[in-house]
């Protein structure tokens, strides 16, 4: 029964070997601190994954390290469209707000976060 109930559920979250490639390579890519990279690599994962809102919050962080502050707002905003008043992207939504200058806003994510 177990194994049934694991089975079923791992076809429901299937991913392709496609779409795993490319979050491993995005996350690789931010951590060596290659944002313009991360920020390509996470566009075609959004693109293939548009339910699914860690890309674009991950298109989001390249974004942000990358100084474009407006880009990553918009990126994380689409992402919180997906999953509203999720505690993660508020916090991120939060970063790209204090970079912006708008550190009122930020305040409220924050508290919603918390």
Do not use: C
Request: cysteine-free.
């Amino acid at each position: 029964m177990f194994l049934h109930a694991l089975l079923s559920a791992s076809l429901l979250l299937s991913v392709s070997s496609r779409e795993i490639e490319l979050r491993n390579l995005g996350v690789a890519q931010l951590e060596d601190e290659k944002p313009a990279e991360a920020e390509a690599t996470y566009t075609k994962l959004a693109k293939l994954l548009p339910d699914d809102p860690l890309p674009v919050a991950n298109l989001a962080i390249a974004t942000l390290r990358q100084q474009k502050h407006e880009e990553a707002l918009e990126a994380i905003n689409r992402a919180l469209e997906i999953a509203p008043e999720r505690p993660d992207l508020l916090a991120i939504r939060a970063a790209a707000l204090t970079w912006s200058g708008a550190q009122d806003q930020a305040l409220e994510d924050l508290m919603l976060a918390a």
